[in-house]
């Protein structure tokens, strides 16, 4: 995922901040799905409403078949930290923007534990095939 800061930097690049939140586009007002809570854990393992995914790649097939669904994709990230928005959860929350944002726009609010992801419409890079 992102290793690089000028990956971090592109990813960044494409959110704009509006009264703290993340906007792609304010206009995009369809519903979402009923919120997704994805629970990162100490240990580095995640859960997708309490069910325990393997590995990355089973977190990307989960995003990749929701995202896709209508309604919008809505992500509720948990960390189980008590440092709260840490560099690590930090890596780790650009992580989950450029993977979501690979199916659309991504409008994003962080709290202390946590962050919402809601995927609002399709990218440009999803609409012709790029990544």
């Known amino acids: 995922m992102l290793r690089s800061a000028a990956r971090a930097a592109a990813v960044i690049a494409a959110i704009c901040i509006v009264d703290g939140a993340a906007v792609a586009r304010a206009a995009d007002v369809s519903p979402a799905q009923d919120a997704v809570t994805l629970s990162i854990n100490p240990d580095g393992t995640a859960t997708w ?38 560099d690590s959860n930090r890596q780790t929350l650009l992580d989950l923007i450029e993977l979501t944002a690979r199916y659309g726009y991504v409008h994003v609010e962080t709290f202390n534990n946590g962050a919402r992801l809601t995927v609002l419409a399709p990218s440009a890079a999803g609409a012709s095939g790029t990544k």
């Open 49 to 86: 409403n309490g069910e325990r995914l393997a590995n990355e790649p089973a977190l990307e097939a989960k995003v990749a078949q929701h995202a896709t669904q209508s309604p919008k994709l809505q992500l509720d990230l948990r960390f189980h930290t008590v440092s709260g928005l840490n």
